[in-house]
């Protein structure tokens, strides 16, 4: 790709990675939702990586993650991507700090970026029984660890903590590759000084993991953990005791824990659960079957949508449905559905108003914003589009029997099902979340497609959203 064919920079990239960026045919390396409307390419992620606005600065980050490395898998951009992104390390601008959504907390670009590349090497030393990419695109993905490892490791003493703890998980995560092994002696000590004792849990697993693959004694780190472990379970049960003779005592100390900043999706998590049955509760349910619609001529205000005359969806966890993708702004929704907002809400935040969201009657869907941006799609159980999983329906189905069925399709592993206040489920490895609505004496589903931010339903939806039937 000639430097007139990439994307317009705010700043010049550094010459080292527009070396690289230039030298890579990119339209011939597709990430999971290449050519789909909206949705930016590889090049154009990669240029918002070092945009000057924040927003559009964390948007490339998070696509970065949803695009090229969506629910663990490497497709045939991620590599080249990688190692474009490490030639960014060491520019200044990488040193702007912002909220990043996989984690916790403010951090600078530069750290973010190298969680981004630990998570990339994490996926790397997996097998395609794994599922976690093609054969092609593994070989590609090691193939690259050499050089990651050569520009990540000058940053594993780094002066900012942040950046020196996310190059030492980068770098012990890059060493499963066995033509590095003979650099395993001089990181080691780093990994257990440094990376054993971060308040970070997922960096603590990559220590005790790698260490324990290194051969080294990890008995010590073990019995740590498990003792931190219980004494902040310790602590919660007393705090959450009125009556406990301790509990001033165990709220100071929860108030005065680190923050773990750990991803929501933890490194190792595959790895971690390989031979875990794919159907871990039993045979599976039939599956769900959509209410058959209203008939012909019915117009009340229950009036159900009948299969012909819904729009017919998929979805991408994480990315989008439809013809929306997370991240739009209004204009682009609207200018998407080809319809305006019927109803739109905006809340009041410092002297400026915030936009919540936007009802688009027509298309039968809610859009809710986050800073301007879409977080959340929800689509009316009466008349919406008809979003499928693996050709099942989602839209407009009695509520128990979908959730028998997505419940025995889970990954049997802490918090990848949770139910909000309301006993709605929330399914954390689709993006999805199940909710009720009300279509005259009978409930359907009414399927909220979320970015990992709103997994929290109770605080991260607005009250007319809990209050709609």
């Given at each position: 790709m000639s430097d007139e064919m990439t994307p317009t920079l705010p700043g010049p990239l550094p010459p080292a990675a527009r070396a690289e960026f230039a030298g890579t045919a990119w339209e011939e390396l597709p990430h999971v939702c290449t050519g789909r409307h909206g949705v930016a390419d590889t090049p154009d992620v990669l240029v918002g990586v070092l945009a000057s606005e924040p927003a559009r600065r964390a948007r490339a980050v998070e696509d970065l993650y949803r695009l090229l490395l969506h629910r663990e898998r490497v497709f045939p951009a991620t590599a080249p991507a990688a190692l474009v992104v490490a030639r960014l390390l060491g520019d200044p601008r990488t040193l702007a700090e912002g909220r990043w959504e996989r984690r916790a907390g403010r951090r600078p670009l530069r750290a973010e970026l190298l969680n981004w590349l630990a998570s990339f090497a994490d996926i790397a030393r997996l097998e395609v029984e794994d599922r976690v990419g093609t054969a092609r695109d593994l070989t590609a993905a090691r193939?690259?660890?050499?050089?990651?490892?050569?520009?990540?490791?000058?940053?594993?003493?780094?002066?900012?903590?942040?950046?020196?703890?996310?190059?030492?998980?980068?770098?012990?995560?890059?060493?499963?590759?066995?033509?590095?092994?003979?650099?395993?002696?001089?990181?080691?000590?780093?990994?257990?000084?440094?990376?054993?004792?971060?308040?970070?849990?997922?960096?603590?697993?990559?220590?005790?993991?790698?260490?324990?693959?290194?051969?080294?004694?990890?008995?010590?780190?073990?019995?740590?953990?498990?003792?931190?472990?219980?004494?902040?379970?310790?602590?919660?049960?007393?705090?959450?005791?009125?009556?406990?003779?301790?509990?001033?005592?165990?709220?100071?100390?929860?108030?005065?824990?680190?923050?773990?900043?750990?991803?929501?999706?933890?490194?190792?998590?595959?790895?971690?659960?390989r031979g875990a049955p794919a159907v871990p509760y039993g045979p599976a349910p039939e599956p769900p079957v959509a209410a058959p619609g209203s008939g012909e001529g019915y117009r009340g205000p229950r009036r159900i949508a009948r299969e012909e005359e819904r729009a017919e969806w998929t979805f991408t966890p994480y990315v989008g449905v439809g013809p929306l993708h997370f991240g739009m702004a209004l204009e682009e929704i609207t200018r998407a559905l080809g319809e305006g907002p019927a109803v739109s809400s905006s809340s009041h935040h410092g002297e400026g108003r915030r936009l919540v969201y936007a009802d688009f009657t027509e298309s039968g869907?809610?859009?809710?914003?986050?800073?301007?941006?879409?977080?959340?799609?929800?689509?009316?159980?009466?008349?919406?589009?008809?979003?499928?999983?693996?050709?099942?329906?989602?839209?407009?189905?009695?509520?128990?029997?979908?959730?028998?069925?997505?419940?025995?399709?889970?990954?049997?592993?802490?918090?990848?099902?949770?139910?909000?206040?309301?006993?709605?489920?929330?399914?954390?490895?689709?993006?999805?979340?199940?909710?009720?609505?009300?279509?005259?004496?009978?409930?359907?589903?009414?399927?909220?497609?979320?970015?990992?931010?709103?997994?929290?339903?109770?605080?991260?939806?607005?009250?007319?959203?809990?209050?709609?039937?």
């Open positions: 193939a690259a660890r050499p050089v990651l490892h050569d520009r990540v490791a000058d940053f594993c003493d780094d002066d900012d903590p942040l950046v020196r703890e996310a190059a030492l998980a980068a770098t012990a995560l890059l060493l499963a590759d066995p033509a590095l092994a003979p650099s395993v002696p001089r990181y080691a000590p780093a990994v257990r000084e440094v990376l054993a004792v971060s308040a970070d849990s997922s960096y603590r697993w990559i220590a005790r993991e790698r260490l324990a693959a290194w051969g080294e004694d990890v008995t010590g780190l073990v019995a740590a953990e498990a003792e931190r472990r219980a004494a902040l379970d310790r602590a919660r049960e007393l705090a959450d005791d009125p009556f406990a003779e301790g509990q001033g005592q165990a709220i100071r100390q929860l108030e005065e824990q680190p923050e773990d900043t750990a991803a929501p999706e933890r490194f190792g998590r595959r790895s971690g659960s869907i809610r859009a809710l914003f986050r800073n301007g941006r879409l977080g959340c799609v929800a689509v009316d159980a009466l008349t919406g589009p008809q979003v499928r999983l693996d050709a099942a329906p989602l839209t407009g189905c009695a509520p128990s029997r979908l959730e028998d069925w997505l419940v025995h399709r889970t990954t049997p592993r802490p918090g990848s099902l949770t139910y909000s206040p309301a006993a709605d489920p929330v399914f954390a490895d689709l993006g999805l979340a199940i909710r009720s609505q009300r279509a005259g004496d009978v409930l359907l589903t009414r399927p909220l497609f979320l970015l990992h931010d709103w997994l929290d339903l109770w605080h991260a939806l607005p009250g007319e959203e809990w209050n709609h039937s």
